[in-house]
Every structure is written in C-alpha cells, then in structure tokens.
C-alpha cells in the first residue's frame, strides 16, 4: 500500500509540475510600444503645408529619443523623450521633449502638455477608444470635429508591411486615428503603424480646409492645411 501511494504521488507530482510549466502567459501586445531608456528611432519625413493655394514641401529626418525615466508612488513609469529634426546638409536640432507611460493596459503620451491614448493592450481587430480620453481636444470647436472624431480604432493586426523608407516587417498594427471626409468642409485623415519589438514606424496624416466662400463652395478648394508622412528608416539602443 506504501508504495503504490508513493508511486500515486510521484506520478501526481510530475503532472502537476508538467502542467505548470506548460502554463501559457497572455500576450498583452506590449511588443509593439517598447519602451526602454536608450531605444532610439529615426525617420524620414516629407511634410507639405498649404496656404490658399500656396503650397510648400519640405524634406527632413526626425529622431526621438527615450533619454530618462521616473516612477511614481502607484508603480508607473513615465519615460521621458526628446525629439531631434535635421535637414539633409544639417546637424541635429532639438525639436521638444515628450513623456509616454503605460498605465490601466494604455500607452498615454504627453505631446506638448496634450495627452493622447496612442494604444490599447492587449490589441485586437477593430478594438476602439477615446484618443482624447485624457484631454478636451473634441470640444474645442475645430471643424473637423463630429461624432467620430478621435474615435482611435485597429484596423490591421499582426500583418507583413513595407515601407516607403525600405523597412519590412511580418508584424504590424494599424491605429486609424480619424477618418473624416466632407466634401464642403474638409479633411481629417490620421493613422499610425507600429511593429512588434520597434514600436511607431509609420505615421500619416492629411488635415485639409477647403475654401467655403460662395465662389468656390464644394470645389475642394484647399485654404489651408498640411499633409505628413513620417517613415521609418532605422531603430536601435543609444
């Protein structure tokens, strides 16, 4: 009797430790918004700004930098980043500085005292929230502004992507951030890709007013506006 019982648990002992470690962690999809002080990303980027019809391009690299880090009482960490632009013939400038923390399964980041709820974990397709979540912006009377405004949602997950810039990858996610289209009004166009182990790789935006005078209402005539991309071109540890 002795030693079947001992058998008995020896036997339950090695299923018991086999099924703990097989035990499978979630994946939160933190991945794709890496954070860690000396990640470094470069971009290229081509911006366009419109004025009555004016229009002017201008050609330029941006580098963020995560330089620093604090945590507070309830166990956030808020990383700290600097962003860096320069021409092709120029040295780096500093552009401003910016924080980003994750913090109730959101990456919240401050862009210039503004902040935006960039992503959401774990990511899944068409999972929405509130972008300005932690701001006022919908209510601030810009004319883009309706129902949908802001609504951030994923429309690509996990998908092989390649850039303007050359830079693959087998996983991407897709964030449309708004998709406003009014042909008397204007355009509020904005998305952001972010890739597994990187972070953002591609940012898209297209903010157009068209001229509502009598004389040219429902042309699409462009008073004003920019359209940016921002690529990717390299990433690593300062």
């Not at 890739?195 to 297209?206: N, R, S």
């Amino acid at each position: 009797m002795r030693k079947g019982l001992g058998v008995f648990l020896v036997f339950s002992f090695v299923i018991f430790s086999c099924s703990t470690d097989e035990q499978v962690i979630p994946d939160m999809g933190l991945d794709y918004y890496p954070l860690q002080v000396g990640n470094y990303a470069t971009y290229e980027v081509k911006e366009t700004n419109i004025l009555q019809s004016k229009v002017t391009e201008t050609f330029y690299d941006l580098r963020i930098k995560v330089t620093g880090s604090s945590i507070n009482e309830q166990g956030v960490v808020t990383y700290f980043l600097v962003r860096e632009k320069r021409t092709s013939s120029g040295n780096w400038e500093s552009l401003d500085s910016w924080s980003t923390k994750v913090m109730d399964n959101k990456t919240v980041q401050n862009e210039g005292n503004v902040l935006f709820v960039k992503l959401v974990f774990p990511p899944s397709m068409n999972l929405k929230w509130d972008g300005n979540q932690f701001n006022n912006l919908p209510d601030d009377g810009n004319v883009f502004n309706d129902s949908n405004s802001d609504q951030y949602f994923i429309s690509d997950l996990d998908e092989p992507i390649t850039l303007p810039s050359g830079f693959e990858t087998d996983h991407s996610l897709t964030v449309i951030q708004n998709n406003f289209s009014d042909n008397i009004v204007g355009t509020d166009q904005r998305k952001e890709v972010y890739a597994k182990g990187v972070g953002l790789i591609y940012k898209e935006i297209t903010q157009l007013e068209y001229c509502t005078s009598s004389n040219c209402l429902g042309q699409q005539k462009v008073d004003k506006g920019v359209i940016l991309i921002q690529s990717l071109k390299e990433h690593g540890q300062i």
